[in-house]
Each structure stands twice: as structure tokens, then as C-alpha cells.
């Protein structure tokens, strides 16, 4: 349960970089552009991770992290499949089109890969209730790791792949493939809620019994900070 965001980037991350290697072509096929123009796509697409970055560590002050992670799980592969697009969906082709998704992409993937982190520690604090150090540099350096996982993951998808399929069809298998990673965040989701809550009332969670005056943090829309773990009594 404590991994699970960490996969969530990872998989995040595959959407983002399975299309990489095969834009180009792309463009240069469908639309008989240059190169140059796929270039400026990816700019497009990396613009809205630099631009949302700070807009959403704004909001996940403001708002329950785990919102945003659920909600990428369905908004991601929607967006999706309106890059090929989808061969169901009758809409024609166009730059604008293609740049108008990429952008959104880009804005939906660090949606579920920014609040990984925070909910990863948070999880462990309720599951233990306390983080030595170095847990925390451990669970950093998988959260870290995840990244350049789902990249390569990713790529090496988009290469066996495009093989096979066009565009079109190519990212619309890799939409519904994704599905599984939407049905899984709800409920993992719904495991943690379960497991919070029985934390908030002072019952066993996740084999470990948390006293009622001395409750582990719980993340909440509106506060994100922990309990130093000295103020921090735990008893098995």
C-alpha cells in the first residue's frame, strides 16, 4: 500500500514517454510537417509539467493529495485517447489538436506523479507511526526511481508497439491499458481510506494499534504537516 504511488508515476510516466519516439513519423505523415514541428510539440507538452508545477503544489496545500491522484487516473486516459485520436472518436487530425492534448497531458501527468511523495510518507506514518530518516531517504529513492522507470518502460512499449499499429491505434491500446492502473488507484484508495480511518478512531490498522490521544497525522484538505516523531507514541 505504501509503494502503490510510486507505481502510480511509473505509469504515469509510461503514457508520457510512449509517444516520444513515435511523434515525429507521425507528424510527418499525417500532417506533412517538418521535424522541427514534432520538436515543437514536445516543447508544448513539457511547457505544461513547468507551468502547472507550482500551481499544483499550491493546490495540493489546499486540497487532500489523494484527490489528485484519483483524479489523474481517470483524466489521463481520457486525454489519451483524444491524441491519436481514437478511432471511435470522429474528430479529424489536426496541429492543433495534437497540441491542445499534448498540453493537457502534460498538465495531467504531474497530477498523479507530484502528490506521490507526500502520500507515500504519509501512509508509512499511519501504518507505523513514525518515519526514522532513513525510511524517508528510502522511500525518496523509490519515488525517485519510479520516474525513469516508467520512461523506460514507456519507450520500449512505444518501439514493439509502432511496429504493428499506427499512431492512432497504438495510443489508444496503451488509453484502455491504463484502465487497469484507474481500477487499481480506486481501490487502493479505498483501502487507505478504510486504514485512515480506523487510524482516526484508534483501532489495530495495518497490524499495528494506534492510541487514541496520540494519533498518527492524516492528511486533510486544508493541512499537510506531520507530528514530529518524538510527540509520537506507538504501541503493538
Known sequence: MVWFPAWH??????LFNFYIPIL??????????????????????????CISAPFLGH?????????????????????????????????VPSKVQLLIV????????PLGCYPGLLIMFDIYQVKYGGMPQAIKNYITSIYCASFPLGGCIGSAMSGVVAEKLNFSFSTTYIALGFLLQTVLTVLWAG????????AKLGSYTLGVKIEDDERTPILSGGSTSYVPDHEMAVTA
Open 102 to 109: 499534448l498540453a493537457l497531458i502534460g498538465v495531467l501527468v
Open 24 to 49: 515525429a513519423p507521425y507528424v510527418v505523415a499525417e500532417f506533412g510537417a517538418t521535424a522541427e514541428f514534432a520538436g515543437i510539440a514536445l516543447l508544448v507538452n513539457t511547457a505544461g509539467i
Open 191 to 198: 483501502f487507505v481510506w478504510r486504514a485512515k480511518k480506523q
Open 9 to 14: 508515476s511509473a505509469a504515469c510516466m509510461i
Open 59 to 91: 493546490a495540493m496545500d489546499r486540497f487532500n493529495p489523494y484527490f489528485f491522484i484519483v483524479i489523474s487516473a481517470f483524466l489521463l486516459p481520457a486525454c489519451y485517447l483524444f491524441l491519436g485520436p481514437a478511432p471511435f472518436i470522429h474528430i
